[in-house]
């Protein structure tokens, strides 16, 4: 095998990314050394880039949306030949901490995502502990195995820590990438009625196809900022409950994470009714504790990341093609330095949406 591989590396905050060629990582007992097929392009690398969230040591290399085809394997690794193909669950965790023990690894307490605190994807090869690697479908495209460690599979962590049931229904605040899988997915899971609310009428049309009702906030009389009301709704939760038969949903996400989505999102729930938050926010939101919370039994609750032994369950849907991924991939490039600043760029300028750019290696 070769000695050395070309990454795309964040050498200086605020700096364009670079092309490097550097030693191939060594491969521990427990590791398994992937060749990279695809790196999903994500608007977290555009913040690492330019500062707006930490990542580092630098130089690193960017990219945690990663498939591939397993090139070596530790020596205490079994299950895996070079040859498979993989997909990258995104957090390197220890494996024997207590988090890790009860399969909540998310809160490890070693634990490193790859592309922010450990190299990533943006590569010809990445190391990862064994316990990182899952099998990827023949019938998965690359392309699509690496966004799928993404946004879908922290859409599907928010839609069982909000315990949707069949038959209920659900509220996304939100239609970009995680808003598209979340709506599929909750079809899935067997919702019945799904409402997306979102300021953009591209990303609605996608979200209706998808099988949402949409609920567009800045439409006549629909107004994510107009002031609560005495009964504390927002005019987007009169809304939802007027195309809902006058109830609330049991299920809100809110992929937004500003008091514009989640004080809709928490308006509009039924008794028993649960509230996802999702989207990271750092401004506080009012709450009105008996009538939103105590009155109804309702919940909120926080999402972070996800499971690794979820990513079996999504791998599985998305294979049966309950989860399409084919319109989320817009764009494929090569791993050059200039497209990949290039593609990033265009993140900062305009936003996610519900599209990505994939590397190609
Ligand atoms: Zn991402
Ligand atoms: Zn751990």
Known sequence: MQATMKAVRLTAIGRPLEMMEIPLPAVGPQDVLVQVRAAGIC???AHYRAGVSPAGPLPLT???EVSGVVAQVGELVSGWRPGDRACLHYLATCGHCAYCHQGTEQFCVAGQMIGKQRDGGYAEFIVVPARSVFPLPD????EQGAVMMCSSATAFHGLRKGRLAAGETVAVFGAGGLGMSAIQLARAM???????VDRDAGRLALAERL?????RTDSPGVDATTPLDQDCQSSVADEIR???GGRGVDVALDFVGVPATMRPAIASLAPFGRVVAVGLGDQPVPIYPYQEIIGREAEIIGCSDHLASEIPLLTELVRRGSLDLAPVVTEVIPLDAAAINA????LERYGAGGVRTVIEV
Do not use: E, K, T
Not at 139 to 142: G, L, N, R, S
Not at 343 to 346: I, Q
């Open 43 to 45: 608007h977290s690398d």
């Open 62 to 64: 960017l990219g945690h």
């Open 139 to 142: 019938a998965i495209p690359f």
């Open 190 to 196: 067997g919702s019945l009625r799904i409402f997306a």
């Open 211 to 215: 099988g949402a009702v949409p609920v």
């Open 242 to 244: 007027r195309l809902n």
């Open 343 to 346: 593609a990033l760029d265009r």
